[in-house]
């Protein structure tokens, strides 16, 4: 099971070493490939093709290779809106059949065509009786327009997972530092109620960041999980507080915050979730502050380019 989270060449999850052989690109460009990364055998290993035989040195993700993924009908059975540009799903999976996933995974829903958007699971997996998402509007975005607009109760919905390697690593016992950015809090969300159910007491710190206090869409959630349990702290980052909001709290970028309180990162693992921009900027700042890469977990967040349906036929 090799790594992979946007599947479209942007987030750099899926990176590996070509020892020898040559690829191509012939879907979407490599854009998390830096110049060095290519000159030195870096291949993004969810876009090359291969144009020979190859070798290629890559970590396995081994926890979730034995888990299925399945396509199943799911219906809407509640529709919420957690700000006027977040939309909270509901799905419920027919009586005979569960999808099996990890905290921190995520699913896409199949559209006419076989177009597909991907879409994280914001429930944990204790509680699959139905699954939650949360949904941003985006502009110009056919699928998200229909989810505000048309999306009723009772409506179906054809979905494919559980799909990626962002989840909790369980052979460390290092604290654990969250970042999540808009709606990358909801793997998040998930992979903390997925530890509370399991009474976990790892030191854990969650920073949310956005622009505006209402982006931050569900805040009673995390502020009550940090009142509640002495193991968990929750910093909540505005990088551009509207007047109205009289924002006390913290400003500027999220990940930034978290450098602040955490000059030297050697001794933490970190998870992160949101838009490619603050994905990129924190992994280079966190790894300057002395964290190993191989600690660094990480989910992409892009709307983008349709994946090419040839590639998300294959067998995965």
């Known amino acids: 099971m090799l790594p992979y989270s946007c599947k479209n060449g ?19 460009p490599p854009q998390a490939l830096s110049k060095a990364d290519l000159t030195s055998g870096g291949a993004l290993l969810c876009q090359a093709v291969a144009l020979t ?19 199943l009908p ?9 700000s006027t540009q977040v939309v909270r799903l509901k799905l419920k999976l027919p009586k005979s059949q569960h999808l099996q996933f990890l ?47 048309e999306l009723k109760v009772g409506d179906l919905l054809r979905i494919e997972g559980p799909l990626g ?27 903390i109620e997925y530890l509370l159910q399991k009474q976990s007491k790892r030191s854990l710190h969650l920073y949310w960041g956005a622009k505006t206090l209402e982006e931050l869409y569900c805040l009673q959630v995390p502020q009550s999980w940090a009142a509640e349990n002495p193991h968990i702290q929750f910093t ?10 009289k924002w006390q709290g913290r400003t500027g970028f999220v990940h930034q915050a978290l450098e602040q309180d955490y000059p030297d990162l050697s001794g933490h693992d970190v998870y992160m979730s949101g838009p490619p ?23 992409s967040f892009e709307f983008g380019a349709d994946v090419p349906i040839e590639v998300l036929a294959e067998p995965h």
Not at 10 to 28: E, I
Not at 279 to 298: H, Q, T, V
């Open 103 to 149: 905290a921190g995974q995520y699913l896409e829903v199949v559209l006419p065509g076989g177009k597909r958007r991907a879409f994280s699971i914001a429930s944990p997996p204790h509680d699959n009786e139905e699954l939650e998402l949360h949904i941003r509007h985006v502009d110009g975005g056919d699928f998200t327009s229909r989810v505000f607009d």
């Open 10 to 28: 942007t987030c750099g999850s899926c990176k590996g070493r070509l020892l020898s052989g040559q690829v191509n690109y012939p879907f979407h």
């Open 74 to 82: 799911a219906k809407i059975t509640s529709k919420d809106f957690l």
């Open 53 to 71: 035989d190859l070798e290629v040195s890559v970590r396995e993700i081994a926890a979730v290779k034995d888990i299925k993924i399945c396509m």
């Open 165 to 191: 390697t962002f989840f909790i690593r369980h052979d460390s016992s290092r604290p654990m530092l969250m970042l999540g950015g808009g709606t990358g809090f909801a793997p998040l969300k998930a992979m």
């Open 277 to 299: 921009m603050m994905i990129e900027s924190a992994k280079r700042a966190f790894i300057a502050r002395g964290l190993p890469e191989d600690r660094l977990f990480y989910d």
């Open 236 to 245: 909540a980052v505005l990088s551009d507080p509207e007047h109205k909001d």
